[in-house]
């Protein structure tokens, strides 16, 4: 029986009353408690001490929760070498990773882009870190990228964002398009993906899908994180406004480096997170 996330645990009790002779897996994917505490320091930061505590109240009902539940399964996955590190420390629980994948069916070979030169954003905007990451971009990043580069445009794609866009949809150079039914097409027309994330666990899909999608990536180490990726090898890492700046206007100018992130973040793709890849552990697990 493989179980999804901690908060679903709980699934397994009646089902082991049942099944005494099966073998119960829990995939967490990250460390629920550690995401939580991660927000409660973003919410600190920006001054308001009430949401923080409430991530705090948040974080140690999670983590008591992953206490008592965690020693109930045969195994216990999780999708990134840090989150399993988590797991081992905290939990002195012997876990394993089970990396994200995506389908072999979404590489592509070539992408059709055009002249104006467009950054992506993907991301469920109801989601505290990927608001975070959008006010970056959009307060300190886009209006100094289109200095340089003036018709350089923001797309931001993803459900939830009504309200963001509302304050900031009739400022130049942002296309708010929610939630879409074709992704491919925008990591497709898109010139680069940028992922600015200060909060997070796991591993980033977005970032996987883009890689399969040859689309070149800024992002923070933050979102990098869980991804075996090296700055200047398969993407552009950076962490501060500048630093990501800087990043942006690289690729707007060198092609070459561009073409270099994609092949080499292609062969990360195929070597470390295929189907085929995640299918021998899945099997050694189970």
């Keep these: 029986v493989y179980i999804r996330r901690n908060y679903l645990a709980g699934v397994a009790l009646p089902l082991q009353v049942e099944m005494p002779d099966s073998h119960f897996v829990l995939d967490i994917d990250e460390v629920d408690a550690g995401v939580a505490r991660q927000l409660a320091r973003l919410s600190d930061e920006a001054g308001d001490p009430d949401r923080a505590s409430q991530y705090e109240c948040e974080a140690d009902i999670l983590d ?13 996955a999780c999708a990134s070498k840090p989150e399993l590190a988590l797991l081992q420390e905290h939990y002195a629980i012997s876990g394993v ?21 467009r950054m992506l ?27 340089q580069v003036a018709d350089a445009r923001l797309v931001v794609v993803g459900r939830g964002g009504d309200q963001i866009a509302a304050e900031y949809g009739s400022d130049a150079g942002v296309d708010w398009l929610g939630y879409v039914t074709d992704l491919e097409a925008q990591y497709q027309s898109a010139s680069i993906g940028v992922v600015p994330l200060r909060v997070g666990g796991g591993s980033r899909i977005k970032i996987l899908e883009a890689f399969a999608q040859g689309l070149p990536i800024v992002a923070s180490s933050k979102a990098a994180q869980g991804l075996a990726v090296q700055h ?51 099997r050694s697990l189970l």
């Design 97 to 117: 990773c089970i990396p994200n994948t995506v389908s072999s069916s979404v590489l592509v070979d070539s992408r059709r882009v055009d002249d104006i030169f």
């Design 232 to 282: 200047g090898r398969e993407l552009m890492i950076a962490d501060d406004h500048d630093a990501m700046l800087e990043a942006i206007l690289h690729l707007t100018e060198n092609t070459q480096q561009r073409d270099a992130l994609v092949r080499h973040a292609r062969r990360f793709v195929e070597r470390e997170h295929s189907p085929a890849v995640v299918s021998r552990q899945m």
């Design 64 to 76: 008591r929760f992953a206490r008592f539940s965690l020693p109930w399964f045969d195994a216990v």
């Design 121 to 147: 954003f993907v991301g469920n905007l109801d989601y505290a870190p990927n608001q975070d990451a959008l006010f970056r971009l959009l307060r300190h990043v886009l209006p100094r990228v289109r200095e």
